[in-house]
C-alpha cells in the first residue's frame, strides 16, 4: 500500500476531475503533494468563490441600545457553508478597528475564514488575521478597520460578516472589541457557535476486501444525512481509485464502477483517469434533487468490481470515497481492496 503522501495525490484525483475539494476526514488526504491539479486546494477554491460573490446581506443591527457594541454569531456554522455574523456599533468611530479574538475546540482557527461585506464595491473581503501558534493553533485574530462618525444608539452602524469551517467539527467562541480610534475600547459579549457537517456513514466494505479479477463486484452504501439547521446544496460524491504493480498501473478499463439509480437499476460509471499519479476517478450521479433538507438523507449504493483484463502484476488498489457541497469536501474514507486472480480461493 502507498505512504499516507501519495495517498493525499490520489485524493487529488476526486478534486480535479470531479471537481470537489478535500480538507476533512481521513488525514491521509489533507495535502496535494507534487500535483498539477488546478482547483484541488479547497480552501483556497472556498475563498476564491466568496471574494466573488456579490449578493447583499440584511444590514439589520444586532444587540440593543444600550451596547457601544454588539456582536452576533449563528448558533451552528455547518463545514462548507457560510454561515452569519454582524457588528453593530452605537458610538462614534473615526479610523478604528474591530478585533475579532477566537478560540476554537476540535480544529485549528487557521482553518477559520471570515469576510466581512464591503457596501462600496458590493464585495466580500478577507479580514486581516494573526497567524495562529503551532502546527495545530487554538486562538485566532481577525481585525477589519472601521469609520461610523455618525454612530450613535438612534443610529447604529452595522458590519455584515460571515463565517466558514474549513476543517472538522467542533466550538467557536468569539471575543468582539472595537478600538473607536480615540483611545477608548468597547467589548461585547462573547458568542459561541458549533461547527458540525451531515453526518456520513459508510457500510459493506470491509477491512482486507478481495476482489477477484473478472470476478464478481462487491457493494458499499454511503450514507449522508443532513443533521445540521441548514440545507446542504450542490451535494456530490465521489469515487477515486489508484493500483500499481512493478510494470503497470490500473487504468479506468480495469475497474468496474456501477451505482444504483431509481427506475434503472444498476448502471455503470464512468472512471477518469488522471491527477498527479496513475489513477482514476468518478462523479457519482446525485442521490438527492436540490439541496438535502435538515434531517434528509441521500444513500449512494454502489458496486465496484476488477476486470478479467487488469494487469496480473497489480494486487493492491487504494480506493475512497468524498462528500462534497460546491467546491468544499466535508468526508473521506478509504476503501482499499485486495486482487486476487479468478477462482484464487477454489
Known sequence: MRTAATLAAGLALVMGAAGTGHTAGTGAAQARVGCDIPGASSAAAARTAATESAEAPSPAATGNVTQKLSYSLASQLPIGLWSSSRVTLRTPVNKGKVRLDVSSKGFSTDSLVVQRFDTRTKRWLDLDTSPGGGSWPTRGVFTFPVTAKDASAKHPHTVALRLQDLDRPGTLTVNASVDDGRGHTYRAPARTATATRPEVGVSGWQRGTVLERGGAPRSVTVTVKNTTNRAYP????????????????????????????????????????????????????????????????AVYRLKVGVAASAPRDVTAADAGVTVANGDMSFFSKDLPFTIRPAGWGN
Do not use: E
Request: hydrophobic share 40%; charged share 10%; glycine share 14%.
Open 234 to 297: 450542490a451535494l456530490t460524491a465521489s469515487y477515486f481509485a489508484y493500483g500499481a504493480g512493478r510494470n503497470h498501473a490500473l487504468a479506468p478499463k480495469d475497474l468496474v464502477l456501477q451505482q444504483y439509480r431509481q427506475g434503472q437499476g444498476w448502471v455503470r460509471v464512468p472512471l477518469v483517469a488522471g491527477g498527479c499519479d496513475p489513477g482514476m476517478s468518478a462523479k457519482l450521479h446525485p442521490a438527492a434533487k436540490g439541496p438535502l433538507a435538515p434531517g434528509a438523507s
